[in-house]
Structure formats: C-alpha cells, structure tokens
C-alpha cells in the first residue's frame, strides 16, 4: 500500500475547462516542479490518482488541472476532497516544521500533563496556523512557539502552554 500525505483541499472550480482552486498545507513550492500525480480522494475514502495537466501556485492556494477532468460541471463535483501526494516524493522537513497530516489526530496535552484532545484538523491564518483541537470543548491553538512546547510525531503527542483565553 502506497503511503499517501494529505496536502489540501478542493475548494472551489475556476474558469470552464476544469481548473479546480486546492487549499494547500504545504509550505514549499518546490514540490510543484517535481510532482505529476495527484491523488483525490473519492466518496468511498479511496484515494485515487490523476495525472497532472498544469498546476499553478498563489500563496496557500494551488490551483490543478487533472486529465480526464476538462469541464466546470465536472470540476465542481470534486469541492470538498482532500487531495494527497505520495510521501516518498516530499521532502524531509527541517526540525521544528511538520506535514498536516503528521500533525492531525495527535494528542494534545498540557504543561502539567492533561490531556485537553486530539488534533482535528488545521487551517492557515495570514502569520500562522491554527490547530484544531477537540475534547470536551472545541480550543484553537496558535502554531506558535510561545505555546507549542513540543510536538513528537513519533509518539503523536503535543505538549502545549494554554494561553489565557485558550
């Protein structure tokens, strides 16, 4: 089984021949010159791949044009998919920094050792993420130093510092 790394989400379509406007968790561009697959994942949860016809970066966004995908009508009908890469084409990230995907469904603890829930999900801010995380109660949590003490993918543990208000 191939090892599949979430990189973003189908938001939107854009112009008629099938573009599709993709949310995208990654902080690199680089990765755009190297890939020619993309995988969408289908209503049944499987993952399925399409070869690449252009790809264009803005800021967060990318935006995709797959074969087999030419129309707006068709395009549409892909809003609210994640789309994945392979993992093995990625790049080893410098320490400190982290894929979606290795960061979601980690738990999360306090300081002090409490467990306040698990990553659900992560969206992008204009200086920062912002961590998703469930329990008893919805918190979200700046991707900052001053309250992320540490995160071990590893073990899929996060140790925060919750600021007031948080």
Do not use: W
């Not at 993709?22 to 697959?37: D, H, M, Y």
């Not at 707006?72 to 995907?101: H, M, N, S």
């Amino acid at each position: 089984m191939m090892d599949l790394l979430e990189v973003g989400e189908i938001v939107n379509t854009r112009g008629l021949q099938g573009c599709m406007k993709v949310r995208s968790c990654l902080e690199t561009a680089g990765i755009f010159n190297k890939i020619q697959c993309l995988y969408v994942e289908e209503a049944s949860g499987n993952k399925k791949p399409f070869n690449i016809r252009k790809i264009d970066r803005s800021g967060k966004m990318f935006f995709v044009q797959l074969e087999k995908i030419s129309d707006v009508e068709t395009a549409r009908g892909f809003i609210g998919r994640k789309v994945y890469l392979q993992r093995d084409i990625l790049e080893i990230l410098p320490e400190g920094e982290y894929y979606c995907d290795d960061v979601i469904g980690i738990d999360v603890y306090t300081e002090e050792g409490e467990h306040i829930g698990k990553i659900e999900s992560i969206f992008p801010t204009g200086s920062n993420d912002v961590y998703v995380c469930k329990g008893k109660r919805e918190i979200l949590i700046p991707a900052i130093a001053e309250v992320i003490k540490e995160i071990n993918v590893q073990k899929k543990i996060m140790k925060v510092k919750l600021m007031a208000g948080l």
